[in-house]
């Protein structure tokens, strides 16, 4: 598998402490790599300085292009990231914009590239041809997705209206409509139920093997993590305690030390 990703020594410091302190760690292309750990061991603060919210304090972090040579992104802005960089990201908390169709939030996820063929001009927005087929495009990649999740009968409804799973579904399809070549997701399981959490599971699956596509997955479900994940990285207080595939991961005493704490002294 090739690197797409290298996090080098990555820190970041807010007043006395160190949330993520010298992490390193790299992510395959066409594979799935979690990170793991317990709660406040660094992992969003990581993605948070993956994606442009978060400027580190030190360290580097080197994404491959598809076009060949390097960017690096711990000083890009967000907007870059995304954009330039083609990382994109879900949160923990729900981002839709509620009152919108469903539709409508992934045209508006796409926006980056209909502004561009509208030559930044009201002009264009009525007339250009680059316009009107960069619109075309947008709604096709919309409907493209919405159908691998389901989701197609529900295009003209609120999203907000949605039930909270397929919520989840459509932030990582408004996600995929950037077109990454690196997908984000923090928490994607979390308020999902078992049998909606193994569609879930699927459907990453899917996107690794069908689509080639890279995916960095912060989840505590540790079962799907488990069965998903080519390789898994485990933060504990900050720091790195583990870098391996899930088998190694699971028998790892660091690991099952971090989760389950000391053993009481007898
Ligand atoms: N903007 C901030 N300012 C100050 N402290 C922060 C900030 N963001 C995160 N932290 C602190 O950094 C530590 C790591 O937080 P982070 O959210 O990255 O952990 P996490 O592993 O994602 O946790 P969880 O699993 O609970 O989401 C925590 O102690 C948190 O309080």
């Given amino acids: 598998m090739s690197k797409l990703l290298s996090v080098e020594h990555l820190t970041m410091q807010f007043g006395g402490l160190k949330a993520v302190n010298d992490v390193s760690f790299t992510a ?63 949160f923990q908390n729900i981002r839709l914009f509620a009152g919108m169709t ?11 590239r209909l502004q561009r063929a509208s030559l930044f001009s009201i002009a264009g927005l009525f007339g250009l041809p680059a316009y009107k087929n960069a619109e075309k495009d947008a709604v096709e990649r919309a409907r ?36 990454p070549v690196l997908l984000c997701l923090d928490e994607p399981a979390a308020g999902l139920n078992g049998s909606e959490t193994a569609e879930l599971a699927r459907f990453l699956r899917e996107l690794r093997d069908e689509h080639g596509l890279a995916i960095l997955l912060i989840e505590h479900d540790m079962g799907m993590v488990m069965g998903i994940s080519d390789h898994i990285v485990v933060l504990d207080y900050g720091r790195k305690i583990a870098d391996a595939a899930p088998a190694v991961i699971k028998e790892d005493p660091a690991v099952i030390r971090a989760y389950l704490g000391e053993p009481e002294a007898a």
């Fill in 144 to 179: 493209f997705w919405l159908d691998r999740v389901g989701l197609t009968a529900s295009a003209d409804v609120p999203a907000g209206s949605l039930p909270y799973g397929q919520q989840r579904k459509l932030e990582i399809v408004r996600a995929l409509c950037t077109e």
């Fill in 28 to 90: 395959s292309a066409s594979a799935i790599t979690a990170i793991i750990g317990p709660n406040g061991a660094g992992k969003t603060t990581v993605f948070n300085c993956l994606t442009g919210f978060y400027h580190p304090t030190h360290g580097r972090i080197i994404l491959q292009r598809e076009a060949g040579g390097t960017v690096e992104l711990q000083h890009l802005r967000k907007h870059q990231v995304a954009a330039r960089a083609k990382v994109a990201r879900t």
């Fill in 102 to 112: 469903v539709l409508e939030n992934l045209i508006v996820a796409q926006h980056n």
